[in-house]
């Protein structure tokens, strides 16, 4: 794992085959307010394929949350993009307490 982690850190042109862009994509929820919406969901951690037999069920699922401007005028949108796993994802439902978008 430390052997596979050194050698993707310096060629950061690799992570990006490492993933296909046709890789699935679960949402879960998706909630709409005034002037924001949030999309809830998860995906299989691409690094299963290879260190899979290694790793924790518990981690074997990504989850996140993005938060969306809902009349975002031009093309491209911006996001706030929360990949749980730091612990921070307990404290989720908190977010829609602040007045922040």
Request: net charge neutral; glycine share 4%.
């Amino acid at each position: 794992i430390v052997s596979f982690r050194n050698d993707s850190t310096l060629n950061v042109a690799k992570w990006r085959t490492l993933v296909s862009p046709n890789h699935p994509v679960t949402i879960d929820k998706r909630i709409k307010y005034n002037s924001y919406e949030v999309i809830q969901g998860y995906f299989t951690s691409p690094i299963v394929e290879w260190f899979g037999s290694s790793m924790l069920e518990e981690i074997k699922t990504a989850r996140f949350e993005v938060v969306l401007h809902a009349d975002w005028k031009t093309e491209k949108k911006p996001i706030c993009l929360d990949l749980a796993g730091t612990g921070d994802h307990v404290k989720v439902d908190d977010i829609h307490n602040f007045n922040l978008l």
